[in-house]
């Protein structure tokens, strides 16, 4: 009985860095990975305040577009493989392989609106830095990516 409340206390502890990334022992990182590029800030802000106001919970009633950068949910999370594109993104910054196996299932499984801020923002640089900044074509922000 008690190996079991252990063996289950263990693993929560174990998950904690995937849902609060600061208090991770790869937050450095993470935090670098989520790093918008100067030269892609203000298409960033632009974006983020168009399709969110900045909120990395918002959820869109009439689409499954979800997060901050608003990804459409079924298309990006389920289809689509933005968790892939977060977890690269990550090993590219240092993240170990075993880590990134557990960061991709939960990510994979977790709706967009509920990944913490900076795995949706490692997914908008990922996006952008593979030239899929035109998913973010409209009023305003165009003409603010770099070409």
């Known amino acids: 009985m008690i190996e079991a409340l252990l063996g289950a206390v263990l693993e929560a502890a174990r998950d904690d860095w995937v849902t609060q990334p600061s208090r991770s022992a790869y937050v450095s990182v993470i935090r670098q990975a989520a790093d918008i590029p100067d030269q892609w800030q203000r ?3 632009c974006v983020s ?4 106001g900045g909120s990395y919970t918002a959820r869109n009633p009439s689409s499954s577009a979800q997060g901050r ?3 459409l949910d079924t298309s990006w999370r389920v289809n689509g493989g ?3 594109m977060v977890v690269k993104r ?3 910054h240092g993240l170990p392989d075993q880590a990134a196996v557990q960061l991709r299932r939960h990510l994979r499984d977790t709706p967009i609106a509920e990944w913490p801020g900076p795995y949706q923002d490692t997914g908008f640089v990922a996006v952008v830095l593979s030239g899929g900044q035109h ?3 409209g009023p ?4 603010l990516a770099p070409r």
């Open 140 to 143: 305003g922000c165009t003409g």
């Open 90 to 92: 990550l090993r590219a």
């Open 43 to 45: 298409f960033a802000d």
């Open 69 to 71: 950068w608003q990804f």
């Open 135 to 137: 998913h973010w074509n």
């Open 82 to 84: 933005l968790h892939h």
């Open 49 to 52: 305040d168009r399709e969110s």
